[in-house]
């Protein structure tokens, strides 16, 4: 079977480059996890596959005290947190471990989307889209009482519509 980075990467002849190695597929699974507009191809690879991505992905594995990188969807990667945090959002890879392993690549990371949409907005969307569901939910209100369900059910909508 094929590997995503080699689906990816076309021009990759030597199967033991940089660019095959199981942690650099990891990073790349969670890029187009979080980045729906990024698809594998040529475009891709011209953002992602530069000597500047691998020298800070390699420090990243390799050195205990880069600890974070940044990939904000232009694919141009930070080996530090910015002392502010861009507008857009970016995905953030923190190590808690000191060395990155292909054994440990899973747990040894935290994987984190930050930016974009304000808290109000992320408040907003978890409201909507999980609460609600679960605070209409007929039976998880059989318990509660007729009162009860429509005094937390209207609350709730009165809470979503300020």
């Not at 109000?120 to 318990?143: A, D, G, M, R, W």
């Not at 369900?149 to 809470?159: A, G, N, Y």
């Amino acid at each position: 079977t094929l590997s995503l980075l080699q689906t990816i990467m076309t021009d990759s002849d030597d199967p033991a480059t940089f660019w095959d190695d199981p942690r650099v597929e990891f990073i790349v699974q969670c890029i187009l996890s979080s980045y729906s507009k990024l698809v594998p191809g040529a475009k891709f690879d011209k953002l992602f596959r530069t000597e500047a991505t691998s020298e800070i992905l390699e420090l990243f594995f390799t050195n205990k005290d880069v600890k974070c990188i940044l990939l904000p969807e232009s694919l141009k990667i930070v080996q530090a947190m910015p002392s502010r945090l861009p507008k857009m959002k970016s995905l953030a890879i923190s190590k808690m471990v000191p060395e990155l392993t292909e054994a440990n690549i899973h747990s040894g990371t935290f994987v984190a989307e930050i930016g974009g949409m304000s808290s109000f907005e992320h408040l907003e969307l978890i409201s909507k889209n999980v609460l609600l569901p679960v605070l209409s939910n007929q039976t998880n209100q059989l318990s509660w009482g007729d009162l009860t369900s429509r005094e937390i059910t209207d609350c709730f909508h009165s809470f979503l519509s300020s």
